[in-house]
């Protein structure tokens, strides 16, 4: 079975796909905290509890794929793999096959999990297809008709700016991030939810909108626009735009890129 991890500033989700024959199962998955700090053991530890919970052993993985926006942890995550999986993993970075053409300025810049979005997308969408990945960042990823990487852009995560907001306002505290029952609040708990939900929506729609005002000069063919991260089911709601929700994009884009990159490296066991 193949393990995909992808590891961002915030949470860590792990994927297991089995292969039979050709066709991949995604057969668990699993969102945990990142951990800068947590060493070979610590990690191993707890990996090989989240397989034990679900009833199944380390030594069923036979190969491994890591995207990380965390350079940190990487020598750990490599040495988790190879001490508590025997595998030698495969990691996201510049050189690697994608498939895809980038029409960036330094695609060596793009984030790992920001390609493994948009291969995804376009494999299972087309395009064009604009992505829209809510995490510590929400990253907006635009894919053409033709499946090229266009570009897109990061703005701050909807955690990140209440954090901001809460640390910087003294008689501002802390409350629950959620939809409020009316944009007009009467207390400051419904105030800072409007302003919190309802500002992000606003930010995310904006964006979009740019998007395909500057699309809409080269293709006639509507985008699909899909979202992903562990925000999406909370905003996408109520964006004018969002069509769908993708929980698993980040992994199959993993889950693809090593099937395009597994012929050309060795046999995945660690000596």
Known sequence: MLLALDVGNTNTTLGLFKFVGEKPELVAHWRVTSHRTQTVDEYGVFFVKLFEMHGMSPKQVTDIVIASVVPPVDSTLRQVCETYFSVEPMFIEPGIKTGM????????????DRLCDAIAAYERYGGPCIVVDFGTATKFEVISAEGEYMGGAIAPGLGLSA?????????????????PAKVIGTNTVAHLQSGLYYGYIGLVDGIIERILAELSADSGTPPRI?????????????????????????????????ERNRRARPRGRAH
């Open 101 to 112: 053409k980038m029409l960036i300025d330094n695609p060596t810049e793009l984030g790992a």
């Open 163 to 179: 954090d901001a907001l809460f640390s910087r306002a003294a008689r501002l505290y802390r409350v629950d991030i959620k939809r």
């Open 226 to 258: 899909v979202a992903s991260g562990g925000l999406a089911h909370l905003i996408a709601p109520d964006s004018r735009y969002i069509q769908e929700i993708d929980d698993m994009l980040t992994l199959n884009g993993l889950r693809i890129l090593f």
